[in-house]
């Protein structure tokens, strides 16, 4: 403003004078002439298209169609934009063009799997879903009867107590990995590996044998595990652990890499202040990979939240509310599973409504991860 | 908090207004170093005296990092990385059983090349993280942070948002952060290996400055391949050299302005005079 206001004293009221409106140059910006390139090349490809599905040959629409004016749009938008703006700049438009729809590509399958969900499972949905169970709700009740609150609260619960049991073992074990580096690192990582190959319903039945139908018959381990509170019968505890088996190698080799992205400088850093090797895991190298390790909760919840051939063996299901882990429990991919296999279109709708809490219920966990992973007292750049 | 039973007193607790420690004078002797089987180092002895700063010149690959990494135990964290030799701290073997390492790394500093701060620690953190990596206690922290940053010279450019993650600052800054940082442990000795080499001109004459200010209250080690630099800020000088597949040697060490002026070692001379290297 100062800067201003002595020019006016000075030059005499000639455009020097009046801050000037200069005009931005946005290289990169979108120009009309961009946007209409690509949109003639979209119709073109697509009438290209036509002419050969349609018209020249008798291959007619569905998938083909659609990959074909895929094709023959990139071939025409690189022509016309080699015309325009040389070589150069028709590879690099091409190649965005062919990365951008990949990326529109995988976001198709996800966006139909939502929409169809959404679809078949709103008809069922109601506030009720939440609050009632399926304890007086007969396979002749009309659909906006009963809940799966029983299921809810079996899912939370269970896949409370795998995440209890698998992110400290987890992390844990990746901080033996990549931090202590001890000898038993490569048969280990060995192990690791294999778990994460084990098949949900070998999971599943491990647990079956070792808890489940414990009958202390094995000796030492049965009889250690008959003293546990929730051996020999089915419980959402055993499906819990069920669960753990199976996002135990998922959590470790997530929260490994995310470890190993650490810059080694900043654990040099710490040693020389002379801190022991334990505190620079606990207080540098987690702290600094928190994000990542939030990450892999994320993926080992995703990895347990959705199976259901475990659960058969361990959680068992129930029609009504049992909030005590140590019993019997239903849970979501249960309530699914029970009742997508009626012959009854209320209890079908209702696997629906199932099915889309349970996409629900994994976004908002995602998302509160998301938050809470990303927000730390340290003000980000 | 940690080794109360240690032959060697250790602070429980900092107290800004307390005195630092004595800075201390560091002699190594006959230092040998290999990484594997490859011998980088033969035979270096250097005494690194009290109040002194010591700048170590030589081509790189000379093994300077080497031995600056053996003056506080960090080459040892290599994996197959040894050494022979000795090295004292006022006369105590700080590879012998009398220290243990990370006791030795809290009385021997270190500031590395390439700035360091920890990304998830504000700046204020950043300066205290020493104690509380090491479990040492402190009663006023804001003073002690204001006074390591001061010390730095980094204290008015960051008081005002000290709350700020220590990546918000630009290179030079940072890298006056980890100098503050090292600080705030009061060791006797800082050892620094190439700190400005990542810098701007305006932020290596601060470090510079720096450096001459704490000579009095820390002996400082600081590698450097900037001759102006060395020439400088240090006293006293060593310069390295490999000759091809041979482990590194100390050629010459003496006072700063005989090697640079009157050096006995024709490599020196043609060191010192950007000749090679
Ligand atoms: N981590 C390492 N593993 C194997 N060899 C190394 C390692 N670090 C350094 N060296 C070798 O040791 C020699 C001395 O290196 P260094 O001390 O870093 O030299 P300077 O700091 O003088 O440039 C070099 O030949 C280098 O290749
Ligand atoms: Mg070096």
């Known amino acids: 403003m100062t800067v201003v206001d002595v020019r006016d004293h000075d030059a005499p009221t000639v455009a020097t004078g009046a801050p000037a409106v200069v005009e931005r140059i946005r290289p990169r910006a979108l120009r009309p002439l961009d946007v209409g390139l690509f949109a003639g090349s979209v119709v073109a490809g697509g009438a290209l298209a036509w002419l050969v599905f349609f018209r020249l040959t008798p291959m007619g629409g569905g998938l083909g169609f659609v990959l074909g004016w895929w094709v023959a749009s990139l071939f025409v938008y690189r022509t016309v934009v080699h015309r325009h703006l040389g070589r150069q700049a028709a590879t690099d438009r091409v190649m965005a063009v062919v990365v951008g729809s990949a990326a529109v590509g995988l976001f198709v399958p996800l966006v139909l799997i939502l929409f169809f969900v959404l679809q078949k499972g709103i008809t069922a949905l109601n506030w009720g879903f939440f609050t009632e169970t399926l304890e007086f709700t007969g396979p002749l009740s009309p659909a906006d009867e009963g809940g799966a609150l029983h299921a809810i609260v079996g899912t939370l619960q269970q896949v409370g107590i795998a995440v209890v049991c698998s992110v400290p073992l987890g992390i844990m074990t990746a901080v033996y990995l990549n931090e202590v580096r001890g000898r038993l690192r490569r048969p280990l990582r060995a192990v690791v590996e294999a778990m994460s190959g084990v098949p949900s319903i070998v999971a599943g039945l491990f647990v079956y044998a070792m808890i489940v139908a414990n009958s202390g018959s094995i000796p030492v381990i049965g009889t250690v595990v008959s003293w546990l509170p929730f051996s020999g019968r089915f419980s959402g505890v055993a499906a819990g652990l069920a669960l753990s088996v199976l996002m135990l190698p998922t959590v470790t080799r997530t929260a490994e890499e995310m470890l190993r992205l650490v810059p080694g400088g900043l654990r040099e850093a710490s040693l020389a202040l002379g801190a022991p090797e334990w505190r620079t895991a606990l207080r540098v190298v987690l702290p600094t990979a928190r994000i990542g390790l939030v990450t892999a909760v994320i993926l080992g919840v995703a990895r347990a939240i959705g199976e259901t051939a475990p659960l058969l063996l361990t959680a068992f299901g129930s029609a009504s509310l049992e909030t005590n882990p140590l019993e019997e429990q239903s849970s979501l991919p249960l309530f699914v599973y029970q009742q997508i296999r009626s012959p009854e279109q209320a209890q079908i709708d209702r696997a629906w409504t199932g099915a889309l809490v349970l996409i629900l219920m994994v976004l908002i966990l995602f998302s509160l991860a998301r938050f809470f992973g990303a927000r730390s007292k340290v003000a980000r750049r | ?277």
């Open chain 2, 1 to 277: 908090m940690a080794v109360s039973e240690s032959a060697i007193p250790v602070r429980d607790e900092v107290v800004p207004e307390q005195p630092s420690r004595e800075p201390a004078t560091l002699v190594a002797s006959n230092v040998s170093a290999w990484f594997g089987d490859r011998k980088v180092l033969e035979s270096v002895g250097l005494e690194m005296p009290a109040r002194t700063v010591t700048a170590l010149i030589g081509p790189s690959g000379c093994g300077k990092s080497t031995f600056i990494r053996i003056l506080n135990r960090m080459h040892e964290l290599v994996p197959g990385a040894s050494l022979a030799g000795s090295v004292t701290l006022n006369g105590i073997d700080i590879y012998g059983d009398e220290l243990p390492p990370t006791e030795t790394r809290l009385r021997i500093g270190m500031v590395f090349q390439k700035p360091n701060p920890f990304p998830a620690m504000t700046i204020a953190e950043n300066v205290l993280a020493g104690l509380k990596l090491s479990g040492i206690k402190v009663r006023d922290r804001d003073a002690l942070v204001e006074e390591c940053l001061t010390k730095a010279g980094l204290w008015n450019e960051v008081k005002d948002r000290l709350k700020a993650s220590g990546g918000s600052l630009s290179g030079g800054q940072q890298q006056r952060l980890v100098i503050a940082r090292a600080l705030a442990v009061r060791p006797q000795v800082l050892l620094m290996d190439e700190p400005c080499s990542a810098l701007d001109p305006t932020s290596t004459r601060r470090i510079e400055e720096t450096i001459s200010e704490l000579q009095e209250e820390v002996t400082i080690v600081i590698v450097t391949h900037n001759m102006q630099q060395a020439a400088r800020v240090s006293q006293q000088c060593a310069f390295f050299l490999a000759a091809e597949n041979e482990p590194g040697r100390i050629v010459e060490a003496g006072p700063t302005e005989q090697i640079f002026e009157a050096p006995r070692d024709s490599r020196t001379a043609d060191y010192v005079h950007g000749r090679f290297g």
